[in-house]
């Protein structure tokens, strides 16, 4: 494992990534087969155009995605003011890294199976390192 609570984050925005291209490669798909051709599509278009369209499973791909351009962005800074005011150490880049997993657990869950309790769950659980992370950061950062 890294010495740097910036690592995580690099993981976490690599796999937002990884995310990106799933949601292309099944929508993609999944619109071939509904018949819906891009090239006669009305300007302005967005992906949430497609929820009444595509089969759920398909889209539940697309709303991870957007989770991950949510509170993710708050973990990012957090984990620069960690690692700009000394409180990169042991147990803060543990708690990273469990966010990071958790966020990837969540991803593959909500992506496949998406039921809301465990969903949750697992969303309650991240949240609450990136509640800790937080309150270290302001610890750190005040001195």
Same mark, same amino acid.
């Given at each position: 494992?890294?010495?740097?609570?910036?690592?995580?984050? $690099? %993981?976490? $925005?690599?796999?937002?990534?990884?995310?990106?291209?799933?949601?292309?490669?099944? @929508?993609? +798909? $999944?619109? *071939?087969? $509904?018949? %819906?051709?891009?090239?006669?599509?009305?300007?302005? #278009? @967005?992906?949430?155009?497609?929820? #009444?369209?595509?089969?759920? *499973?398909?889209?539940?791909? +697309?709303?991870?995605?957007?989770?991950?351009?949510?509170?993710?962005? !708050?973990?990012?800074?957090?984990?620069?003011?960690?690692? !700009?005011? #000394?409180?990169?150490? #042991?147990?803060?880049?543990?708690?990273?890294?469990?966010?990071?997993?958790?966020?990837?657990?969540? *991803?593959?869950?909500? /992506?496949?199976?998406? @039921?809301?309790?465990? @969903?949750?769950?697992?969303? +309650?659980?991240?949240?609450?390192? !990136?509640?800790?992370?937080?309150? !270290? /950061?302001?610890?750190?950062?005040?001195?």
């Amino acid at each position: 494992m890294s010495n740097s609570i910036l690592a995580p984050g $690099a %993981v976490l $925005a690599l796999w937002t990534l990884i995310m990106l291209i799933w949601v292309a490669v099944t @929508r993609f +798909s $999944a619109m *071939s087969k $509904a018949g %819906v051709d891009l090239k006669v599509a009305p300007p302005g #278009g @967005r992906g949430a155009d497609l929820e #009444g369209v595509l089969p759920p *499973s398909v889209n539940w791909k +697309s709303h991870n995605y957007t989770h991950l351009l949510e509170q993710p962005t !708050l973990f990012y800074a957090v984990i620069v003011f960690l690692h !700009l005011s #000394g409180g990169d150490v #042991g147990y803060t880049r543990w708690i990273a890294w469990a966010y990071v997993i958790l966020r990837i657990v969540h *991803s593959l869950w909500q /992506a496949t199976v998406n @039921r809301i309790p465990v @969903r949750f769950a697992i969303f +309650s659980l991240y949240t609450l390192c !990136l509640f800790a992370l937080s309150v !270290l /950061a302001v610890i750190a950062t005040l001195g």
